[in-house]
């Protein structure tokens, strides 16, 4: 069974691996998506725009340097990534119920002395024995998952956000949630959609699950084209890296060459023995330089690749649906 501490020390791996901005280091505050699918703090985003790509209608990832265009809404109109929003709200959730092991917690229900020993996880609140038994009791709640801080605490169970269940409410019609996705807009949508702003035929449309699940294997497939490409680029990769070394030593051979000749007859060739010298060492630093930029463009592109392989099959794997589609 998994101690407090345990837990407590998985979710540092997680928060510090996954769930921290690369800008600030800090846990992600409104996290916004960039097109190649690193993940950066709105704010951290928008003083780096206004400090480094002030007026630009693009700008570049501040890890890989991949450009994302900007609408005219600029930062904020970049879309939210609700996969990690979901991921920081677990893990506070969780955070807050572990760190409260020392801390005596009052019964959201009837806020008496009793001392709190359940959480209900549909309504996330802490309660005690007594308002436990009436919870499951009425017929609003009786389905609800109600467990011991123990357990939760232990590791045996793990609280979710409601919020990670829940699916994003339609930005144009306020309160309803989004039951469709528009094909010809690739975008989640409302009942009210489809019949004002998506209407058929101009517009295709279908029910959400559907489109997660075909957009999730047609993903899936993409992936599978990624693999060749990402081979071959690591492949030429390593045949830089032997071009750097045969260059090293092959200038080293003929310095070493024109060295010894020069020794023989120094006094007739000196002049001549220098410009040799001179001239191979302008061509070995010119083709290092060249290799190095090959070298780093390369690595961008297989860093850009593998990072979006991840996080395509993490998506695919982890994210619900609506957080999938908003990706």
């Known amino acids: 069974m998994a101690t407090a501490t345990a837990v407590s020390s998985g979710q540092y791996m997680i928060s510090r691996h996954h769930l921290e901005c690369p800008i600030c280091s800090e846990r992600f505050q409104r996290p916004k998506i960039l097109d190649c699918l690193h993940s950066f703090c709105e704010q951290c985003l928008l003083t780096y725009c206004s400090t480094k790509h002030q007026g630009c209608t693009e700008i570049p990832c501040p890890v890989c340097r991949q450009e ?22 677990e893990i506070e959730l969780q955070d807050k119920l572990v760190s409260s092991s020392d801390t005596k917690l009052l019964c959201a229900v009837c806020e008496s002395v009793n001392e709190v020993t359940y959480h209900c996880m549909d309504c996330e609140q802490n309660i005690c024995l007594l308002c436990s038994k009436l919870h499951l009791r009425f017929a609003a709640t009786a389905s609800h998952t109600v467990a011991t801080l123990t357990d939760i605490r232990g590791g045996k169970i793990t609280p979710q956000k409601k919020s990670i269940k829940r699916h994003p409410g339609c930005l ?50 993409s992936c599978s084209l990624l693999e060749e490409p990402l081979k071959q680029l690591q492949e030429s990769l390593e045949v830089v890296s032997k071009m750097k070394q045969d260059l ?42 060249k290799l190095a930029e ?34």
């Open 248 to 289: 090293n030593i092959t200038a080293e051979k003929v310095i070493s060459e024109v060295q010894d000749r020069a020794a023989k007859i120094r006094a007739e060739v000196t002049a001549q023995e220098n410009r040799i010298i001179d001239d191979i060492t302008n061509i070995q630093s010119d083709r290092l330089q």
């Open 68 to 89: 994302t265009q900007l609408s005219e809404a600029g930062i904020k109109g970049l879309k939210n990534n609700f996969y990690l929003i979901g991921l920081v709200e």
């Open 294 to 327: 090959y070298e780093k463009t390369m690595s961008l592109a297989s860093e850009r690749i593998q990072h979006s392989l991840e996080t395509a099959r993490e998506v695919t794997r982890t994210a619900a649906d609506s957080e999938f589609l908003s990706l």
């Open 172 to 221: 144009t019609h306020d309160g309803e949630p989004t039951r469709f996705f528009c094909s010809t807009c690739k975008t989640l949508i409302c009942r009210d959609c489809t019949v004002l702003d998506h209407r058929q035929p101009e517009h295709v449309y279908i029910d959400r699950n559907q489109a997660a699940s075909t957009y999730k294997q047609s993903l899936t497939d």
